[in-house]
């Protein structure tokens, strides 16, 4: 049986606890979710594709639009996902 998800609220004032090892994506860039990320819609497994629409303090977050498999746009964590390509 696997472990519950936790639901993640991003906010904007608050410092992020990323340690900025991660490369920055740019809008409109392909990418691919490392692992599953819950949704006011439902939960996009690891693997889903989407697109950067926007970028949050230099990366300390992102909103990703994605169309499968269900159309939605999260808030993304950088350790949740990864360039997807081409």
Do not use: C, Q
């Amino acid at each position: 049986m696997s472990e519950p998800m936790e639901r993640f609220t991003w906010n904007p004032y608050k410092r992020s606890t990323d340690t900025g090892t991660h490369e920055p994506i740019e809008e409109l860039r392909r990418i691919a979710l490392s692992k599953p990320v819950e949704t006011e819609d439902g939960v996009l497994p690891a693997g889903s594709m989407g697109i950067v629409v926007g970028v949050y303090r230099g990366g300390a977050a992102y909103d990703v639009e994605f169309m499968k498999p269900f159309h939605t746009v999260a808030t993304v964590m950088p350790d949740a996902m990864r360039h997807a390509g081409a």
